[in-house]
């Protein structure tokens, strides 16, 4: 249904090379930019048709494609099935969560708050590491599956009596500034609860350190129908195995959702919405 279609609009910007399995729908009249210059691919798996055969019905609309478009591209590398491998790493050279997790790196960039709440009780008490490094523990797990019961456009965030989030499912909260190099793996989500940056030079990150977000269902960005909507900031690379990136409620909260950046890279099974 054309109620259901993701589209590209203007004020979407792709700095970087893209590849999609199907094409790029463009909202009528719309004028994203993809790609910087001529050395990005904007790259579909859907064969040559049409005028510009990257988008649907070979209608780029006024898109302002900067990269070089090449159709009838297909995958060299398939998503994996799942993150299982991360898990091994984190039991052997990093830590491993059972349940909800809330992280919140410290300012330094090398340590990092934990709360680990994996009852399903508001009363249950949690575990909390106030300063873990992540200097040796650059790989972190959360165990727990609970399904892909994510309700995009109805989303609400409990906590327990003590104020964290909690549950029995492998869901990862985290936000904060990290300045070594870090993955983050969940059994089901990752939610981004605020700015999840590097050091940074004019917006533009900077030296060594790189994060990894990688979900087996999704990675989403924390938003709720009522208050604010700040600009919000992911420095990182971002890998969906099953599900998609998306914003919570992406379709509520006032004339404007404010501007996500994210610096780095997005895979995902299905493209996912982050604002209307």
């Known amino acids: 249904p054309s109620q259901c279609q993701i589209v590209w609009v203007t004020g979407d910007y792709l700095n970087g090379p893209m590849y999609t399995q199907d094409q790029f729908l463009v909202q009528p009249g719309g004028s994203p930019t993809f790609g910087r210059g001529p050395s990005d691919t904007i790259a579909s798996q859907a064969p040559a048709a049409g005028t510009n055969p990257v988008c649907v019905a070979g209608n780029c609309q006024n898109a302002n494609i900067l990269g070089t478009t090449e159709p009838d591209v297909h995958p060299q590398v398939p998503l994996p099935t799942d993150n299982s491998a991360l898990l091994t790493d984190a039991n052997t050279y990093g830590q491993v969560y059972a349940g909800t997790t809330t992280i919140t790196m410290n300012p330094n960039g090398t340590t990092a708050n934990v709360w680990n709440c994996p009852s399903s009780s508001s009363s249950a008490p949690c575990t909390n590491t106030p300063s873990l490094n992540l200097v040796t523990h650059p790989v972190i797990y959360a165990t727990g599956s609970c399904g892909s019961s994510y309700s995009p456009t109805n989303v609400t965030y409990s906590t327990n009596t003590t104020g964290h989030y909690f549950g029995t499912c492998g869901d990862i909260y985290v936000s904060g500034t990290y300045t070594t190099p870090l993955t983050i793996a ?73 501007k996500l950046t994210v610096n780095g890279a997005i895979a995902q099974q299905y493209r996912g919405i982050v604002g209307t």
């Open 186 to 258: 969940a059994g089901d989500d990752v939610i981004v609860t605020g700015d999840l940056e590097t050091t940074e030079v004019n917006g533009t990150p900077t030296g060594a350190a790189t994060l990894g977000l990688v979900a087996s269902a999704y990675v989403r960005v924390m938003h709720s129908c009522t208050g604010g909507n700040p600009d919000l900031t992911i420095d990182g690379a971002i890998l969906t195995l099953t599900h998609s990136f998306f914003v919570d409620n992406y379709q509520c909260g006032g004339s404007s959702l404010g």
